[in-house]
């Protein structure tokens, strides 16, 4: 027997929808739940715009909803980690994001709102992507670890690596001679005041020494390696909005707050160049490929060829247009450490093995620039299978 108040509530339900007829959907009706979570038509309809926008290639409907879904997955795992971002880091954020394309946050939000897009689209897909990346650092980042001979592959192949560009503001205390220690208690006492909320620029233009001290210690965008090592390993812990402790340079102390971080490719302004071995063996079919067996580099060549006459290795550098014709066809194949047997000269088989080939050594990526590079691969490629598990586990429905 149906209870008069469930009765009433039914006839409620029945004259409110007419029968069966479909009921209009608003703005903000779920067309999406992610477990627990909706994803509304006004969010969707946001996101197609903002993606539009952007000039994003492909099936801007099919991408919106991917990502919005993404979204909501990587917030639900910031949610199980505890991961949140505070207002300066989604500042600094969003102020990355608009600076991609030459804007300040508040000229890139003005730009889109006049587009129809509000600026909770913006900060709200800024956000995902921050909490992902604290997450995916949190939970891979120690289990990753970069060898030597690894940097040393990526150097010696040449590829096209991406060199990160850091937005700093500095406070700068002068420390010469016996003035260091009474400068690192000054620097001491400014950090003190910065985690009680002093404005930093405010206290730069207080108390720095440094010409920037005008304009609240902001620097321009710079390579991190223009900075000296101390000042680039202080730096490189930081995450935007976040303050290093005192850097001792020479006779100066400073003081550094990471506003903004980017990473480019690093664009050679000079031709390739080609660092190369010849090691001339007989050619009767087996020298070469005992060779092949002792040398994992050119250097191990050396070793075989100890007590040689001297012409019989050859190692040098040259513009990738300089070399001959023969020599450029054969290297083309290879990459670092690899050797090719293709080449005859003179009765001798030709031992040719690739050094090295890119941009002039001056021009080069430093080390830990490509050491981050290799890292931000590894946590990439993790953060994805990551994300594919998720989704995998997820409830995704159309209500």
Request: hydrophobic share 45%.
């Given at each position: 027997?149906?209870?008069?108040?469930?009765?009433?509530?039914?006839?409620?339900?029945?004259?409110?929808?007419?029968?069966?007829?479909?009921?209009?959907?608003?703005?903000?009706?779920?067309?999406?739940?992610?477990n627990d979570q909706a994803?509304?038509?006004?969010?969707?309809?946001?996101?197609?715009?903002?993606?539009?926008?952007?000039?994003?290639?492909?099936?801007?409907?099919?991408?919106?909803?991917?990502?919005?879904?993404?979204?909501?997955?990587?917030?639900?795992?910031?949610?199980?980690?505890?991961?949140?971002?505070?207002?300066?880091?989604?500042?600094?954020?969003?102020?990355?994001?608009?600076?991609?394309?030459?804007?300040?946050?508040?000229?890139?939000?003005?730009?889109?709102?006049?587009?129809?897009?509000?600026?909770?689209?913006?900060?709200?897909?800024?956000?995902?992507?921050?909490?992902?990346?604290?997450?995916?650092?949190?939970?891979?980042?120690?289990?990753?670890?970069?060898?030597?001979?690894?940097?040393?592959?990526?150097?010696?192949?040449?590829?096209?690596?991406?060199?990160?560009?850091?937005?700093?503001?500095?406070?700068?205390?002068?420390?010469?001679?016996?003035?260091?220690?009474?400068?690192?208690?000054?620097?001491?006492?400014?950090?003190?005041?910065?985690?009680?909320?002093?404005?930093?620029?405010?206290?730069?233009?207080?108390?720095?020494?440094?010409?920037?001290?005008?304009?609240?210690?902001?620097?321009?965008?710079?390579?991190?390696?223009?900075?000296?090592?101390?000042?680039?390993?202080?730096?490189?812990?930081?995450?935007?909005?976040?303050?290093?402790?005192?850097?001792?340079?020479?006779?100066?102390?400073?003081i550094y707050q990471l506003?903004?971080?980017?990473?480019?490719?690093?664009?050679?302004?000079?031709?390739?160049?080609?660092?190369?071995?010849?090691?001339?063996?007989?050619?009767?079919?087996?020298?070469?490929?005992?060779?092949?067996?002792?040398?994992?580099?050119?250097?191990?060549?050396?070793?075989?060829?100890?007590?040689?006459?001297?012409?019989?290795?050859?190692?040098?550098?040259?513009?990738?247009?300089?070399?001959?014709?023969?020599?450029?066809?054969?290297?083309?194949?290879?990459?670092?450490?690899?050797?090719?047997?293709?080449?005859?000269?003179?009765?001798?088989?030709?031992?040719?093995?690739?050094?090295?080939?890119?941009?002039?050594?001056?021009?080069?990526?430093?080390?830990?620039?490509?050491?981050?590079?290799?890292?931000?691969?590894?946590?990439?490629?993790?953060?994805?299978?990551?994300?594919?598990?998720?989704?995998?586990?997820?409830?995704?429905?159309?209500?």
């Amino acid at each position: 027997m149906v209870r008069p108040v469930n009765r009433l509530m039914a006839l409620a339900v029945v004259a409110l929808v007419g029968f069966g007829a479909p009921v209009a959907a608003g703005p903000f009706s779920p067309i999406k739940i992610v477990n627990d979570q909706a994803i509304t038509q006004f969010e969707f309809d946001q996101r197609v715009l903002f993606m539009t926008l952007l000039r994003q290639p492909g099936d801007l409907q099919k991408a919106a909803m991917d990502t919005l879904i993404d979204d909501r997955l990587r917030m639900s795992a910031a949610k199980q980690f505890g991961v949140k971002m505070s207002p300066e880091q989604l500042k600094a954020g969003m102020d990355e994001f608009a600076s991609r394309a030459n804007l300040t946050a508040e000229k890139f939000v003005e730009i889109i709102g006049q587009n129809g897009v509000q600026p909770e689209t913006f900060r709200d897909f800024v956000e995902s992507g921050l909490v992902w990346r604290e997450i995916v650092r949190g939970k891979f980042a120690a289990g990753v670890s970069i060898s030597e001979t690894q940097i040393d592959r990526a150097l010696a192949n040449g590829r096209p690596m991406a060199a990160l560009q850091v937005k700093l503001s500095e406070i700068v205390i002068s420390a010469k001679g016996a003035g260091r220690d009474a400068a690192l208690q000054r620097a001491d006492k400014l950090r003190l005041q910065l985690r009680g909320g002093v404005d930093f620029a405010t206290l730069a233009r207080q108390n720095s020494s440094a010409a920037s001290a005008g304009r609240g210690g902001a620097l321009d965008w710079m390579l991190l390696t223009e900075l000296k090592p101390d000042a680039a390993k202080a730096v490189r812990a930081l995450a935007p909005g976040q303050v290093s402790a005192p850097v001792v340079l020479d006779d100066q102390v400073v003081i550094y707050q990471l506003q903004e971080q980017k990473q480019e490719m690093v664009q050679p302004s000079g031709a390739i160049v080609v660092d190369y071995a010849t090691f001339l063996v007989p050619d009767d079919g087996v020298s070469a490929a005992k060779v092949r067996g002792q040398v994992d580099s050119c250097n191990d060549l050396y070793a075989v060829a100890k007590g040689l006459p001297a012409e019989r290795l050859t190692r040098q550098t040259v513009a990738q247009n300089q070399l001959p014709k023969d020599v450029a066809g054969a290297l083309s194949l290879l990459d670092a450490g690899e050797s090719s047997t293709a080449i005859t000269r003179g009765g001798w088989r030709v031992f040719l093995m690739l050094c090295r080939r890119g941009p002039p050594e001056t021009e080069q990526p430093s080390r830990d620039e490509v050491r981050l590079q290799l890292t931000n691969q590894i946590l990439g490629a993790q953060a994805d299978i990551y994300l594919e598990e998720l989704r995998t586990e997820a409830m995704i429905r159309t209500p």
